[in-house]
Structure formats: structure tokens, C-alpha cells
């Protein structure tokens, strides 16, 4: 029992819309032991170790059914049994998750594909890692995979380790029950750290948190706060009421301060939270001086103050209003005059609801020196056994971390009071204030029962309120959120992806384009870089989630546009749950036999993620099946189809119904741009009026125009902004590098492209077929080395015939493959349709392949080229001298901000790995070094 290879998807993937973890389990000569036959000692093991394991229904859909699945005749394999212990192992560390499903893998006998969702990246992959272990402890030894070590395995330990390990990265109670508000009001979030510092919104909308801090909190209102002195007399000013209070730095004064004020007092912390460092109801210079040194530990300077007798409430007050009130009572036992007390605190700690930390809703005791001292002041220890009905405290304070129990008095607080708790955060300047208000009955007016205000809290805590141990539980988050995102107010920035086979970068680039000339601060992802208003801001192959999440993390973006590619969908998924608009350009062979797509169908499988994540619009190629079959799998509110054809009966049927297609027509002046939509026909823009398409003859820049053209108006992009765009967009290096760039500055015309694949090397080949050529027809031909041989020699043929001249070489990168492998299947593939020999030259190395090309093309000669260091091409290209023929140098584009500017000159970044590693040129632009699709 083997884990073969581990994916962690952070978005929609094939195999889910959110977060799940993708593991290839080998089972070796386990595959022939289910369940059944392992017998009862393992299952009752196994139940015995996870006990809650029997409330999961799993395919019976009710509690139990897993437990039925287990003992059923067949049994169920060791694939199913680990997906539903790493989901439950979750659970028990305090997250909620409950989707998993586990398949064989056809071609790989006992082995399985087991998808689990998981809540933190790191705790899901652990949960799987100590689920392997726990199943393996509980085989019979003979079964027992050599390679799990099991020296160490001590279950109730490692589990109780794994719950710390997953508390230290959960949310903690406060900041999840404001993502969770944020999610039922489907506001988007990102966590920006391992700790509580979390992203509401996107772009420009975006928000931040941490904890209960939020981006509105002002900086002075949380200084004040922090200083216990300066709160205790701003509020004294108002006259509020607050305890007599002195600050004190040695233990001499501490005692001086006590008598001044008069017992009995309070010692703690200037700065201090969550009841650190605190000592209540001081009667003594002893108690006072050891209460100093206790209050030290967490702050240089201590504060001594008046002891009100009271009972603690918590007034939570958000944005000026009261919203909840706790009463809190400080861990403690209750004599049964049976048990000791040390006993009495393992009864109370057996409390389902009480966990580690944060991990439940209350938190265990733990006996320390407070818990010691305040026993000692009874004249008890642990083995003591008090008297029936007798309070023991553990604690000094009420906070519900240190083992305090809550009560909700929301709906029995005097109105007094409650304008007395709002004036307070109002008057220290805070949007979530904390005010702990002692007295003995809430329900009574401080006017008339007394009590006093003894702190006021930046950034107070949730769980009392959402979670109290008795009581109503308040919806306390959601009133934040309606602070930050009022009603109405938007959250989101809106979202185009774009994907396919072929066409895509160009499409991102035209829809950026279309969306910048309005206005709109664009971000942008591509193969080219992370683009931010029109900016590159990191370059390399950025396709994937990071990269996504670069742009929705900018406040600065208002609208994105996501350029993904199938890599990144296989390795992480989307770095988002959805987007306004989908686009899948189309569908067809490329990068077959890699990270388990062998065929087209599945591949389209990957792309369809896409259309399925669209929220307003899904707009599919109707002239490629595996698009146009996605149609049935998108709930976007729209579907608008692109055609070639004008007689698509399909598109037709759906037009006539009112829906939205782009259509390529017939006109007297050409072909024509044409939009429907809801029985409006709308003539767009003549094709050969957009000079990416080189007066409409590079027909497949015609339906990349479309494309645009169909999601920008998905967008509520006007159509005259539309046809701006569109008339503005060309092929230059500047706006489009590696997308048909065409230089003519030399004797002879030579067009560069990214072209790594039949589709898009046929597409090129037909451009070059409609084009007026004095001359010859020459072509610099490559593919890529991670290609199946039926790709390359494919990519080979469909050249064959149409030019008088071949050069073939291979990329810098191998992929796998030998030396002279990817010339030598073009070059067969070449003879074998009919190719003469000595029409074909063979330069291995791309940079002396590309001085070949060019130096034999001749005046009048169109020599198409397919470059994989499209930079380093271009400036070949450009600077190429020929014979006897003095060369301008290309012009260098204006300053300022342009669709696509100049990209920065590249370091060597052949050092760094992949995915995280950022550098920076000489003029701060940073760099990647990513594999394609991040």
C-alpha cells in the first residue's frame, strides 16, 4: 500500500468545483484483502480508533452506511477505507468536510485514484499521510507494508499531535466564523498567510481581516485600546464607568498603589490580552507582589486597579451598534464531596464539547501555577475533594481559552448599558470593540446596580457569542460583513477565463485590450506573464491558480482576464471558484499521453472545468464537438455560441429561441462580424477591418477576434468600445509577441510564431497558403519534445507540399527526448509524403537553425518561422543582416502604458525552479521561471 503521486487542487479541477486532494494509491497484494476479508479485528480496530467513522453514510446516504460497507460480503478495498479516515481525521481536527470518492484506475490493476476534500492544504495532506499509517498499524503484520514506518506509531498520541498540528493552521474560531458570513453572502476570500490574515473580495473590492481586525479598524483605535491607562481615563472623561486605576513598574509600588486604591484589586498587564498575566481580588501585599511578577512576564509596565465585584460580560459592539453579550464565568469544578479534584477536572474535560485550543467550541482545563495558586487559596491541591455544590476556580479570568464558559444575555441587557458599551467603542475609535463590563445583573441599569467598564478590547473574540455554552448562539460576523460590504456593494471584480487548445493568448490579449480602451485597470495572466494594467509585472509562463491569484490579490485591478491552460488545471486547478464569463476556444491534440490524458475526449474533460465554473456566460466554439457538447454541462445564466458558418443548424435553432451567438456572415464589402441576442441581430465589424487578421485572410485571428468580441459583450463592453478595440488590436510584437508576428523590413517577409501543435501549424500554413508571395515559400519547423511521435510527424505532413525549402530543428529543452529524435520524425514524416530530400536541412540548435532560414531567404521569399525562445527569435530576426543590405533597426515602442509592452531583456533563469522563485531585472520588472500552466 503505496502512494504513488499526490495532487492538491486549491480550485475547480476535473474531479471537483472546491479543494480536494487527488492521491494514486497502490495497493499491491492488499488489493486482494477487502474489507470482508480482513475480518473483524480490523474493522472493529478501526472503529475503535475513529468511533465517529459510524456516522458516515457513504453510499447508503445515511449513518451507518460506511460501517455496512465495511462488514457487507464483499467488503469495500483499502482505498475507499482511506479517503473516509483522512476526511474523518479532518473532522475531528475541527474542519468540516465531507466529499470523497475512490475509483480504480483501469489500466493499473489494484490501483486507485482516491479524491478526498480538505479544508488546509497542509492538514489535508497529513490526514492522508496518518491515515496510511493508522490502516497499516491495524493489518495484520504479515499484511504490513515494508516501507511504513511503525516503530514510533502511537495512536492517541499522533492523533491528539495532528489535531494540534491542524489547530495551528485552522482559522481560528473568530476569522472562520467571518469567512464563513463572507461565503453564505458569496463574497470570495483568499487566505493570505498560515494565519489569520484573510483576503475578502477581489481586486479593487477586496477587504482584509485578521482575526477581528479588519482593514476599517483604525490604527489609533487599537493603540488606545492597547493602552489599558489611556482607555481607563478617556472613558472616565465621558464619564463612563471605570475602576480607580494606577500603573506601577516595581513590586514595591504595586503594593503601595493596592493601599492608595484599597483592597481588594486587581494586578495585570499594561498591554496584555486574552487574561494573560491577570490576578483578581487581591487581599494582600503578598498576593499583590506575586501578582506583579505574574503581570511582568507579558508587560514591562503593570497596572494595579479597583477590585469590582461583579460578574464579567463581554459587549460585543460592531460598526456603533451593540450585537452581543456574553456572560462569562472563569473555568472552575463543582464539588460532589465524591471525587478529587483532579477528577472532577476529567469529568468536566470529557465534555464532547470541550477540545484543544480552539479546536471545539469550550477548551479543557489544564491544572498550572494560576489553577495551583487559586486551589492553594482554598487550602486544596488536586487530590482535595471538595464539598457538594462548592465552586472551585482554575482560572482568575472568564476567557473562554483558558477553559471559561459564556452565556448569552443579549436579549436581557438594559438599554442603559447598551448605550453605555456603544459610547465606549465609539469613544476609543474602534469598528469591532470588545467592552468587558463587570456587574452582577446585566438587566440592570449601572446607574442604579452599579459596575464598572474594566477593559476595552481591539480585535475580541467570536466564540463566546457564535458558540456560548448556554444560550442563543448571535450571528456576530455577519454584521461585520455588512460593514465592509454593504448591501447592495459589490465584492467581486469581474472575470473572463480563457481556454483552449489554440488561440488563447492571442483572445486574452484582444479582450484586455477591448476592456483597457474603456478605462478598466485590466489583469491580465498569459504565457507570456502577469500583466497589470498593461504592465508586465512578472514573466514567464503564468497560466495557472498563482498566477490568478496574483491579479485578484492586486487592489488595484478592476476586471481580470485569465488566459488557462490545460497544465495548470491538471496540477492545482483553478486559483478561484468562479467566473463571470468562460470562453473554451477549442479542443484538439496537444500534449496527449501526459499527466494521464491519453485522448482528445479527455482532455476536453479538463477544458470543460471552464465552462462549468462560468456564472453569467459560457461562450463555446459551435464548429468543434467537444465545445459544443459542453453546452449541457455549463449552468451559466447564457450560452453564447461562435461560428464560422452561417448555416450551423444548431446556432440557428438557438437564435431563433433568443439566445446569444457571434456569426461570420457573407457581405457584399467581405465577411462580416455579427452578434444576435435576445432576436437582435447586430452587425459588428468587417473582418478585414481588424488587422490582426491580416485583412481576414489569417482566418483563425478572425474567430479569435470573435471570441473577444462574444466575451467582452458578455461583459456589458459597449459595441462601439468593442469595435475600437478590435480595430486597435494587431499582430505587432508589441501587442502580441509569438502570435504571427510579421517582420518586413528585410527583402523578403518573415512571419514568427508559438506554433507547438498540428492545429496551430496547420492554421499557419493555410495563413501562408492565402497569402500573395513573389518569391518562395520557406518554413523553420520544430515540435516540441514531450509531443507524442504521431503529433510530431502529424505537425510534419500537414507542411508537406507547401513549401520550396525545409529547415528543421529541435527546442533547447528535450523533454525526454535523444539528441536528432524530434528532426528525425520530421524528417521521415516529410519523405514519407512525398518530400524530396534535398529540399530539407537539418540545424539542431534553434539559433544557428534560425541564421540558416534567414540567410536563405531570398527578395520576395515569405519564410515562416516556429520559435520556442520567442524573444530571442524576435531579436534574430530583427537584427539579421542580409547580404549587401543595410538594415534599419526596428523602432522601439513609445513610453507609457500599451496593451503589451516591450518585455524586459531575461536573466538567466535557468537556475531557478519553479513555481515560487521571483527575481528581478534591471528595471525592477520580477520574473518566472514557471512550467507551462504554472
Known sequence: MKILARSVYIGPSLYAHFPVIRLELDLGELESWPSARLGTDFIDGLLTALPSLREHGCSYREPGGFVRRLREDDGTWLGHILEHVALELQNVAGQSVTFGKTRSIDDAPGTYEVVYEYTHEEVGVEAGELALRLLASLLPEKLRPAHISLEDFDWPEDRDTFIRFAQRRNLGPSTASLVKAAVDRDIPFLRLNRYSLVQLGHGKYQRRIQATITSETRHIGVEIAS?????????????????????????REAVRAARRIGYPVVVKPLDANHGRGVSI????????????????????????????????????????????????????????????IEQLIEIVNSDPRRGIGHEKVLTRLEVDHQAKRLMSNLGYDETSVPPVGEVVYLRSTANLSTGGTAVDVTD???????????????????DVCGVDFLTDDISQSYKHSGGAICEVNAAPGFRMHVSPSEGKPRDVAGPVMDMLFPPGTPARIPIAAITGTNGKTTTSRMTAHILKLTGKAV??????????????????????????????????????????????????????????????????????????IDTVEQLAAVKRVIAEAAMDCAVLNADDEHCLAMASHTEAEHICYVTLNAQHPIVKRHIQAGGRAIV???????????????GSHMPLLWTHLVPATLEGRARFNVQNAMFAAAITYSMDVALEDIRHGLRTFDTTWFQAPGRMNV???????????????????????????????????????????????????????????????????????????????????????????????????IVERETEAFDTALGMARTGDLLLCFGDDIKRCWQQITSFQPAGVEVKPAAKPAHGRVSAPELPKHLDLEALSGGAELVQDERGVRLARQEEGD
Open 227 to 251: 493602552d489599558k491607562e489611556e482607555t481607563n481615563g478617556l472613558l472616565g472623561d465621558l464619564g463612563l464607568p471605570v475602576a480607580r486605576q494606577i500603573l506601577v513598574h516595581s513590586r
Open 281 to 340: 481580588h487581591l487581599t494582600e501585599d503578598e498576593q499583590v507582589a506575586a501578582g506583579f511578577d505574574q503581570a511582568q512576564e507579558h508587560s514591562r509596565t503593570v497596572m494595579v486597579e479597583s477590585f469590582i465585584v461583579g460578574l464579567d460580560h463581554r459587549l460585543l459592539v460592531v460598526d456603533g451598534k451593540l450585537v452581543a453579550a456574553s456572560k462569562r464565568v472563569p473555568g472552575h469544578v463543582v464539588g460532589d464531596g465524591e471525587h478529587r
Open 412 to 430: 436581557v441587557i438594559h438599554p442603559d448599558n447598551r448605550e453605555m458599551a456603544e459610547r465606549a467603542a465609539r469613544a476609543v475609535g474602534l
Open 523 to 596: 489583469g491580465m495572466t498569459s504565457t507570456d506573464g502577469v500583466y497589470i494594467d498593461g504592465r508586465l509585472t512578472v514573466e514567464g509562463d503564468l497560466t495557472g491558480p498563482v498566477a490568478a491569484r496574483m491579479v485578484l490579490r492586486d487592489p488595484s485591478v478592476d476586471v481580470a482576464v485569465m488566459e488557462i491552460a490545460r497544465g495548470g488545471l491538471l496540477k492545482r486547478g483553478m486559483g478561484y471558484r468562479k467566473h463571470n464569463v468562460g470562453a473554451v476556444l477549442n479542443v484538439s491534440a496537444d500534449h496527449l499521453g501526459l499527466r494521464g
Open 664 to 678: 461570420l456572415e457573407d457581405g457584399m464589402n467581405g465577411q462580416m462580424i455579427t452578434l444576435y441576442d435576445k
Open 743 to 841: 517582420h518586413d523590413e528585410h527583402p523578403f517577409k518573415v512571419i514568427l510564431d508559438y506554433g507547438h501543435n498540428p492545429a496551430a501549424v496547420g492554421a499557419l500554413c493555410d495563413l501562408v497558403d492565402a497569402m500573395d508571395v513573389n518569391g518562395r515559400r520557406l518554413v523553420l519547423l520544430s515540435a516540441p519534445g514531450d509531443r507524442r511521435d504521431e503529433d510530431i510527424r502529424e505537425i510534419a505532413t500537414l507542411t508537406a507540399g507547401r513549401f520550396e525549402h525545409y529547415v528543421l530543428r529541435r527546442d533547447d529543452s528535450l523533454r525526454g527526448r535523444k539528441p536528432g529524435e524530434v528532426v528525425g520524425l520530421l524528417r521521415d514524416a516529410l519523405l514519407a509524403a512525398g518530400v524530396d530530400d534535398a529540399r530539407i536541412t
